[in-house]
């Protein structure tokens, strides 16, 4: 593989995928430690009829209504949730599965009877997203990297990508003590004076930006996939928050590298002339490695559970 | 029905059996606050329907023939329901997060597979992406009797099932001690919405299919405490909004069947959460302002009998429109003694409050509730000894 090849055709898939998960791991061991884990799972469907309603308003798809349409869905999911479960008394995950459900069915049905077949949006684009079409035609090599006018032509999504990656990481670090606190301990947090709603609301509306700048990128089952194997894997390594988003990123990016390579060359490898899927070769790779934390990791009992072996 | 043929009147039939099927099932997972874990199955279902087509396109046979996927996707959605259990109960990592963990791993591998398929298949379409949303266009006489059977199959099942999930769904722990294996009934519990899932594939589609399972149940809650009910109930919802959804689709044949039905079902859910007696939202209103009003007027009644001036609205108002005071905010007769009676009323309640003896009726204080409805005439009489003689006045 030469960097002919490799630079403009590979690397800003890889970047982008790598950077995806980044962003969508980093919010998701918060996620996962408050047991809020399916909120990914939510936002990640209601995003569809967002981008479907940025769609039919502005009528032309181009990033920023879509982008916007699918944020705006993702908080509405967040408040119909919470407001089914408080007036209604109903379960947290009930209310979920009602909301995110029926969310994603409108958002099937106006796709449907809106005039979209001329323009490329529909449901499986929306799950599995495009990452082997990012790629970046006015690279020629490894010098391109150098060259600004060149790389003024790397594919948008990866600098949005990276945009949020960095967002996303800078608000971790700002709000990391009140973070961890109203994480672990709400009540404490509170006696401390923490605003830990507004934190709390927070952090959903960090994980909604990354979901949905993700899901543009990449489709929404890596979203799903990154906020919930990488962190997961991690919560089983170690029992430090630090250590933990560490090992998450280290995971994120292993599987976004690892999977985007096995789905690009493997099948090459082994004999067949096309390509699989490289966002479900992603979460398929995330989830390998779960189980092997599950299996190996030094973390992997609850504290004072009966181990059998 | 029959006036949109026979296809469409078997295609709504089975839609039907497999909502009554889906919402029966859905309700013993409701109760047993796991409903997602139907998510992760439903979405576990694909690897298998891929390997399924591919297996019986290797051997020769049709990919597309639908007990065979139907089997393939059953197997691949038990061993994503084994592995959250064995995520959730061998590992630290909660359910929630074994739920997504699964949903997202088989979904993504899955994918993979709808890929490979594409690139073995050259020329002819799978068609496997219809199973994601669902499609009743097409439909075979074969397959709308398989989903049929499947529904009424799934369904005897759930009945003859229903009292030992009920009582795990309640009360694990009693269960346990009356010498029930919760573990196994739970897995009986997860065999059935499985059963539901595998068998709505083809109408609703994988991604959709949960919805079926957790909205009537939902519904259903609004309108009743008892669980046979809520059972009853749900299996109703969600059996009407499958024949509707079915024909609605029928009639129009743009409208993709598994989110009409979703949405029926969200509509009938919606009823209820504004419209039910007991916990519906317009019933909390009201019951919140009838005790706002009630809490106001006693307020004024207090406040005339003791000689102050009442300025608050809602007090005038709510005074003013009983006939109790005067538009110039003057106490009439019949108000003054309805107040005089308030005021007797909360210095009997303080006496009452302060006499161990009364204990358990002083638990009852609220500030609101007449002594009268609360003890006998010889109680109050006692109570009445208590009463200095310018509070009896």
Redesign the interface.
């Known amino acids: 593989m030469t960097g002919v090849e490799f630079v403009p055709l590979s690397l800003p898939p890889l970047l982008i995928g790598a950077f995806a998960a980044l962003a969508c791991a980093i919010p998701g061991n918060f996620l996962l430690l408050r047991r809020q884990a399916l909120i990914g799972d939510a936002i990640s469907h209601v995003v569809l009829p967002g981008i479907v309603m940025g769609f039919l308003l502005t009528g032309v798809v181009s990033t920023w209504p879509m982008m916007l349409g699918a944020a705006a869905a993702a908080i509405v999911a967040v408040v119909l949730i919470e407001t089914i479960r408080r007036l209604g008394r109903i379960e947290p995950g009930a209310a979920m599965g009602v909301v995110f459900t029926t969310l994603f069915a409108a958002g099937v049905l106006l796709l449907e009877q809106s005039d979209t077949s001329s323009v490329h949006l529909d449901v499986e684009h929306a799950l599995y997203g495009n990452l082997e079409s990012l790629i970046w035609l006015d690279a020629t090599g490894w010098k391109s990297l150098l060259d600004v006018e060149a790389l003024a032509a790397l594919p948008p999504e990866l600098f949005r990508m990276v945009a949020v990656f960095v967002a996303i990481a800078l608000l971790t670090g700002l709000f990391w003590r009140p973070l961890t606190i109203a994480t672990f301990d709400e009540g404490f947090a509170r006696t401390l004076g923490l605003p830990v709603t507004a934190l709390s609301l927070g952090l959903v509306i960090a994980a909604a930006i990354a979901a949905v700048a993700a899901f543009d990128a990449v489709g929404s089952i890596i979203v799903i996939a990154m906020f919930i194997c990488p962190p997961a894997a991690a919560r089983l390594m170690t029992n430090r928050l630090g250590h933990q988003l560490g090992w998450s990123a280290a995971f994120a990016v292993l599987s976004a590298v690892l999977g985007y390579v096995l789905a690009g060359y493997g099948p090459l490898w082994l004999g067949f002339e096309n390509a699989v899927s490289a966002a479900g070769m992603i979460a398929t790779v995330s989830g390998v490695i779960l189980v092997l934390a599950a299996m190996f990791g030094p973390c992997r009992h609850r504290v004072g559970a009966a181990q059998a072996d | 029905m029959l006036a949109l043929g026979y296809n469409a009147a078997l295609v709504a039939t089975g839609a039907g059996l497999l909502g009554v099927a889906a919402g029966v099932t859905g309700s013993f997972l409701?109760l047993r606050?796991?409903?997602?874990v139907s998510?992760a199955m439903s979405h576990a279902t694909l690897p298998g329907l891929a390997l399924a087509f591919m297996v019986m396109t290797v051997l020769g046979g049709d990919g597309r023939a639908l007990p065979g996927l139907l089997a393939g996707s059953a197997l691949s959605a038990w061993l994503g329901v084994l592995t959250v259990s064995?995520?959730s109960r061998?590992?630290?990592?909660?359910e929630?997060?074994a739920?997504?963990?699964v949903?997202?791993?088989?979904?993504?591998?899955?994918?993979?597979?709808?890929?490979?398929i594409?690139?073995l298949n050259t020329g002819r379409q799978a068609g496997l992406?219809t199973f994601?949303?669902g499609s009743t266009a097409g439909m075979l006489f074969s397959d709308a009797l398989t989903i049929a059977l499947g529904g009424a199959l799934t369904l005897a099942l759930a009945w003859l099932l229903r009292r030992p999930m009920l009582m795990v769904a309640f009360d694990p722990d009693y269960a346990t001690a009356t010498g029930r294996d919760v573990a196994r009934i739970d897995l009986a519990m997860l065999a059935l919405a499985l059963a539901v899932t595998v068998v709505g594939l083809k109408i609703v589609g994988l991604?959709?299919i949960?919805?079926l399972l957790?909205?009537p149940?939902?519904a259903a809650?609004?309108w009743s405490d008892r669980a046979d009910r809520v059972v009853l109930l749900s299996g109703i919802i969600g059996g009407g909004a499958g024949v509707t959804g079915a024909l609605l689709s029928g009639m129009a044949p743009?409208?993709?069947t598994?989110?009409?039905i979703?949405?029926i079902a969200?509509g009938l859910?919606a009823v209820g959460?504004f419209f039910s007696p007991g916990?519906g939202?317009l019933a909390?209103v009201l019951r919140h302002r009838r005790f706002q009003r009630r809490v106001h007027m006693r307020q004024g009644l207090l406040a005339i009998a003791q000689g102050q001036p009442v300025y608050e609205r809602l007090t005038l108002r709510l005074l003013r429109r009983a006939g109790l005071i005067r538009a110039d905010a003057v106490a009439t007769d019949a108000g003054r003694a309805v107040a005089a009676k308030a005021l007797l009323d909360e210095h009997r309640w303080q006496i009452l409050r302060a006499d161990p003896r009364f204990e358990t009726a002083a638990a009852l204080y609220d500030g609101l509730r007449p002594l009268d409805t609360v003890l006998t005439p010889d109680q109050l009489t006692e109570i009445d000894r208590n009463l200095r003689p310018e509070a009896a006045t």
């Open positions: 409701f606050k796991r409903a997602l998510d064995w995520l061998r590992t630290r990592l909660g929630d997060a739920i997504g963990a949903l997202s791993v088989f979904f993504g591998l899955g994918i993979v597979g709808l890929t490979v594409q690139s992406e994601l949303l991604i959709l949960v919805a957790i909205i149940p939902v809650r609004f743009d409208l993709p598994g989110p009409i979703v949405l969200f859910f959460f916990r939202v909390a």
